[in-house]
Antibody, heavy 117, light 109 residues
Framework: QVQLVQSGAELKKPGASVRVSCKASGYTFTTSYIHWVRQAPGQGLEWLGWINPGIGETKYPRKFQGRVTMTRDTSITTAFMELNSLSFDDTAIYFC??????????WGQGTLVTVSS | FMLTQPRSLSESLGKTVIISCTRSSGRIASNYVQWFQQRPGSSPLTVIYEDNQRPSGVPDRFSGSIDSSSNSASLTISGLKTEDEADYYCQSYDSGNWVFGGGTKLTVL
């Protein structure tokens, strides 16, 4: 079955960067997009962008362009999301999601990123 | 465009509830709508994809539809159970970008 296992919680200072990983299994890694979504405490879902693991193409919303970078390593079927210049507002749970061309989205378990001085 | 959902809804055990998701511009039928359920402390779970398709393992009490006349999508949950109490998010696409509704908190009385 499809599984997405994310890296553990992170505590960062303002201005730092964070890198979250998402290890995929149970399907052919290069055939489904990986999206990243975050959820601030008590808030709704916010989309951060996607990566096509097959060719490495990425797309980010304007809000995060220049601050987020998504990459992948096909040899270990893992996607990465790096967010830099962190501020307190970036404190959130970050989720990866597998999005096939047809069919339902599968989600990782989430990674808590806390930005604190 | 934006997707607008009611902030909260409450309904009694065993009853039926309909959660709406209205698209502000462009046709609702232009892009697929998905619905995610999120229980407290858990990741989202897909309950409806491609407007009205239900993943295996999701009870048939959950159904999705779109209505072009109101430019909205709906998630219907019938025979409400306590386990249905959760936040529900609709999601669609805008030129490859994901757009989320603000979420609806469903309380089962």
């Amino acid at each position: 079955q499809v599984q997405l296992v994310q890296s553990g919680a992170e505590l960062k200072k303002p201005g730092a960067s964070v890198r979250v990983s998402c290890k995929a299994s149970g399907y052919t890694f290069t055939t489904s997009y990986i999206h990243w979504v975050r959820q601030a405490p008590g808030q709704g879902l916010e989309w951060l962008g996607w990566i096509n693991p097959g060719i490495g193409e990425t797309k980010y919303p304007r809000k995060f362009q220049g601050r987020v970078t998504m990459t992948r390593d096909t040899s270990i079927t893992t996607a990465f999301m790096e967010l830099n210049s962190l501020s307190f507002d970036d404190t959130a749970i970050y989720f990866c999601a597998r999005v096939p061309l047809r069919g339902e989205v599968s989600w990782g378990q989430g990674t808590l990123v806390t930005v604190s001085s | 465009f934006m997707l607008t959902q009611p902030r909260s809804l409450s309904e009694s055990l065993g009853k039926t509830v309909i959660i709406s998701c209205t698209r502000s511009s462009g046709r609702i039928a232009s892009n697929y709508v998905q619905w995610f359920q999120q229980r407290p402390g858990s990741s989202p779970l897909t309950v409806i994809y491609e407007d009205n398709q239900r993943p295996s393992g999701v009870p048939d009490r959950f159904s999705g539809s779109i209505d072009s006349s109101s430019n909205s999508a709906s998630l219907t949950i019938s025979g409400l159970k306590t386990e249905d109490e959760a936040d529900y998010y609709c999601q669609s696409y805008d030129s490859g970008n994901w757009v989320f509704g603000g979420g609806t908190k469903l309380t089962v009385l």
